[in-house]
């Protein structure tokens, strides 16, 4: 069963740094596209970074890069968001998302429950 558990999210002023976490199980997690979205009160889901560790590509969305990092930890099954310099605009509820491919299913995307970040003064 894919579980993608994320956290970290919380209340920042502008210029502050949060760091998110998703927790996954229940797929290989090194070989699976994981990626974090967001979306905020009102407005349309966003995606915001991608890693594909396979293809050894990682993407940013314009609006968070050069502020976003996305990295993965194998050996904890754990995806990560640092975020830095953040912005009122950035809040939102982030999060993960995988895409697990197995050869019985094909392709297939998993959304997680979100972290709430709150940019604010």
């Known amino acids: 069963d894919v579980q993608l558990q994320a956290s970290g999210g919380g209340l920042v002023q502008p210029g502050g740094s949060l760091r998110l976490a998703c927790a996954a199980a229940?797929?290989?997690?090194?070989?699976?596209?994981m990626s974090w979205v967001r979306q905020a009160p009102g407005k349309e889901i966003e995606w915001v970074s991608g890693?594909?560790?396979?293809?050894?590509?990682?993407r940013y969305a314009d609006s968070v890069r050069g502020r976003f990092t996305i990295s993965k930890d194998n050996a904890k099954n754990t995806l990560y968001l640092q975020m830095n310099n953040l912005k009122p605009e950035d809040t939102a509820v982030y999060s993960c998302?995988?895409?697990?491919?197995?050869?019985?299913?094909?392709?297939?995307?998993?959304w997680g429950q979100g972290t709430q970040v709150t940019v604010s003064s």
């Open positions: 998302t995988a895409n697990v491919y197995t050869y019985s299913r094909g392709s297939v995307d998993y």
């Open positions: 890693i594909n560790e396979v293809l050894g590509t990682i």
């Open positions: 229940g797929f290989s997690f090194s070989k699976s596209y």
